[in-house]
């Protein structure tokens, strides 16, 4: 079966409102093996629904809409479907009672507009609305030498729409949906750009194999995304594995997690692993690395000691040593004006003050071209006599400058638990 999805209102096309809803009935329709082929955003016009409705029924077999149901002039969900499947509205007893019965277990007088929402088109069926007055509606659509269209009409507003959705579910499964398995598994990398990834694996992103490896960027993560059916999940996983294979191999230390792990939950579970803990001095991000670490720490406590969010070394310097800006003296008595003496012997102190096992210190931004987009910071891990010392420079569009140097820190820290390099 092949979905499609419609989400109607004014505030969705004008951008006021983001449409959260199709992507939750998305994974939904997916879990059913049904795979969605369309999202569409129509506003509160007649005849562009009824044009939209039709379309959707010629090109889907399943159809999920969600919005429109409610008791005002826009709201014009069912009589777009009547008009587009050629049929009357109906009041629906049933639907007039639960709506008056709404009203009168909240001590309130039902509004003769309201009386609108249980109108339906001649021949559907009710889906019942727990939290609202607005019923959901279900029809099979006829097609000419074909099975219908089951088309399905919810509420826009999320609780309303989500608890209704197990009856949307059961009538599914009975109409032969959930018989097959869609599998989904998301291979996470960073340190490489998307064509560069697509590059080392030209025969797996081939389209038309299955299973079918697509690829996408997220704020420079590289996701590979592993899909394929079958009878159930363990037909799927046998099918997947040995794709999953060849992208560890060819990758290697590019990936990092599936799934929804992301770089700062491989990081604290890598510190946990080997009972180490973790203190930062952040110069550029604004504190999103601890934000994110602590957040990841709350899945694996004990790892993440803190952070001092600065401006500059310098101001990490005073606030470390408390004698203003009277230079430190590394552990070992070397100058802080030898190269890379300032920032270990930071993370040395830093490490002493959280009793943190790695201190870590992330320089401030240096700006390679006019632009603004070829950039380069240092970084410093030490954990006792331990130490790297490393310059990344990297590419980025200035809204994900900040985004690119958190996971920069946290990747070179992942391959440095990891690797030792």
């Known amino acids: 079966m092949l ?9 969705i096309t004008s951008g006021r409102i983001l449409d959260t809803n199709s992507q939750w009935l998305s994974l939904r329709l997916e879990d ?3 795979r969605v082929l369309f999202h569409t955003v129509v506003g509160d016009e007649l005849q562009a629904m009824v044009a939209v409705f039709r379309q959707a029924i010629e090109r889907s077999d399943v159809v999920v809409t969600t919005g429109g149901l409610g008791p005002t002039a826009d709201d014009l969900t069912r009589e777009a479907l009547a008009n587009a499947t050629g049929r009357q509205l109906v009041e629906y007893p049933e639907a ?12 309130r007088p039902m509004p003769e ?9 001649a021949g559907s069926e009710m889906i019942h609305n727990p939290r609202g007055t607005a019923p959901g509606i279900f029809i099979a659509v006829p097609r000419d030498g074909r099975s219908p269209c089951y088309f399905f009409c919810l509420p826009g507003v999320p609780s309303e729409m989500r608890e209704m959705w197990p009856q949307v579910e059961e009538r599914l499964r009975r109409l032969g949906a959930g018989r097959e ?11 490489a ?13 081939r389209r038309g194999r299955d299973p079918l ?36 191999s060819i990758l290697g230390d590019l990936v990092f997690g599936e799934n929804e792990i992301e770089l700062q939950d491989v990081v604290v579970g890598q510190l946990r692993e080997k009972r180490l803990s973790l203190a930062l001095i952040e110069t550029t991000t604004a504190g999103l690395v601890s934000q994110w ?22 101001t990490a310097e005073r606030l470390l040593t408390g004698v203003g800006s009277r230079p430190i003296s590394s552990d070992n008595g070397e100058s802080e004006s030898a190269p890379g003496g300032l920032p270990v012997s930071l993370a040395r102190r830093l490490s002493q003050l959280f009793r943190a096992d790695i201190g870590a210190v992330a320089g401030p931004l240096q700006f390679l071209n006019d632009e603004g987009t070829l950039v380069e910071f240092s970084l410093v891990f030490c954990q006792g006599e331990r130490v790297l010392e490393k310059t990344i420079r990297f590419s980025s569009h200035p809204d994900f400058r900040q985004i690119t140097v958190a996971k920069h820190i946290l990747n070179t820290l992942r391959l440095w638990l990891k690797n030792g390099t």
């Open 3 to 11: 979905g499609e999805i419609i989400a109607i209102g004014d505030e």
């Open 32 to 34: 059913l093996g049904i």
């Open 96 to 107: 007039l009672e639960h709506i008056r019965q709404f009203f009168q277990s909240r001590q």
């Open 113 to 121: 507009r309201n009386r609108v929402q249980a109108a339906f088109p």
């Open 181 to 191: 398995y869609i599998l989904h598994r998301d291979i996470k990398c960073f340190g």
């Open 193 to 205: 750009g998307e064509s560069q990834v697509e590059a080392m694996l030209p025969d797996l992103i």
């Open 213 to 248: 490896v697509g690829i996408n960027a997220s704020q420079n993560t590289i996701i590979l995304r592993i899909s394929t059916r079958g009878a159930n999940r363990e037909e799927c996983e046998a099918k997947v594995e040995p794709v999953v294979r060849t992208i560890y």
């Open 293 to 314: 670490l602590k957040a990841a720490e709350n899945k694996q406590s004990g790892t993440y000691r803190g952070a001092l969010i600065v401006e500059d070394l310098a």
